[in-house]
Nanobody, 123 residues
Framework: QVQLVESGGGLVQAGGSLRLSCAAS????????MGWFRQAPGKERELLAV????????YYKDSVKGRFTISRDNTRNTVGLQIDSLKPEDTAVYYC????????????????WGQGTQVTVSS
């Protein structure tokens, strides 16, 4: 089992920045690819970014490229998501997820999910 706990969400003004963090425990962190998803009210959950076990390979949804940055620290068992130039449409619950295979993250079907952290962007 891998336990994932997100933090860093909150209420921010449009144009601002936010850094989300996800702390993992339970298994060897570096064995897992990590990803961030979000779900806005009335919408399906969508994949935002994936980072492989080493942090060397990343994937981003086209619409967030340039504003979102995923990173991981295998010494601290954490994965982060930096979000810049926030927009009201970024309002959503943000989830981190883990899977031994990055392909399953990209397919939207990772083994482990966090509980989510709410991000609200005011205009």
């Amino acid at each position: 089992q891998v336990q994932l706990v997100e933090s860093g969400g909150g209420l921010v003004q449009a144009g601002g920045s936010l850094r989300l963090s996800c702390a993992a425990s339970g298994r060897t962190f570096s064995n897992y690819a990590m990803g961030w998803f979000r779900q806005a009210p009335g919408k399906e959950r969508e994949l935002l970014a994936v980072v492989d076990w080493s942090g060397g390979i990343t994937y981003y949804k086209d619409s967030v490229k340039g504003r979102f940055t995923i990173s991981r620290d295998n010494t601290r068992n954490t994965v982060g998501l930096q979000i810049d130039s926030l927009k009201p449409e970024d309002t959503a619950v943000y989830y981190c997820a883990a899977d031994p295979r990055s392909s399953r993250l990209r397919a939207g079907a990772p083994v482990y999910w966090g509980q989510g952290t709410q991000v609200t962007v005011s205009s």
